[in-house]
């Protein structure tokens, strides 16, 4: 079964800012992972270096690292990653000298066990866990947050079961 998965945020910031909030994922300074409410990205060395690692139960490693454009890692084939096979990405797309375009896809060709996996439990928790990264990059970019992600109750059942803490808004001032 093949995936193409794509979540995006539009803000007016500076190109400083864009590329300063974009290159801190997966760093020890890392302001867009929203790691107060899910598994940290870990990584075992930067980005340059081809890292591994992952979060929580998904496994990958850095494919490609092209600063302030794009971070490509390619899924392992273990843990809750078993049966993905692709790449998932994050990029920064300058769309004019103060508009930028942060966007998260996931590009994969699904076997066993992913296949069923996917539409269950690692989608809904997936665009869940992305929409807050893309939340932390609005916010920290603009200061403001116009529509935070809000969790369905079918998310808000599976983080329950899987012991994560519940979701809690954040003021538009409180930064990353």
């Known amino acids: 079964m093949k995936v193409k998965n794509v979540h995006e945020r539009t803000v007016q910031t500076s190109a400083a800012q864009a590329s300063e909030l974009f ?6 300074k890392d302001r ?3 790691k107060d409410r899910w598994p940290a990205m870990r ?20 494919l490609e690292h092209r600063p302030g454009e794009r971070t490509t890692f390619v899924f392992e084939n273990a843990r809750l990653s078993r ?10 797309e300058q769309k004019d000298a103060s508009t930028f375009t942060a966007r998260h896809v996931i590009d994969a060709e699904l076997h066993w ?11 809904p928790l997936h665009d869940a866990l992305v929409e807050d990264a893309l939340d932390n990059f609005e916010r920290a970019a603009t200061r403001d947050l116009r529509q935070p992600n809000k969790y369905d109750g079918y998310v808000r059942l599976l983080r329950r079961v ?10 538009s001032s409180q930064v990353p």
């Open 43 to 62: 990584l075992d060395a930067p980005k340059e270096e081809r890292g591994r690692g992952g979060h929580g139960p998904v496994r990958y490693q850095v």
């Open 23 to 28: 290159e801190s994922l997966g760093t020890r």
């Open 162 to 171: 899987l012991g994560l803490p519940q979701a809690r808004t954040i003021a």
């Open 113 to 123: 066990p992913a296949v069923l996996l996917w539409p269950l439990f690692i989608r």
């Open 83 to 92: 049966g993905i096979e692709g790449v998932h990405y994050f990029e920064l």
């Open 32 to 34: 867009l992972w929203p």
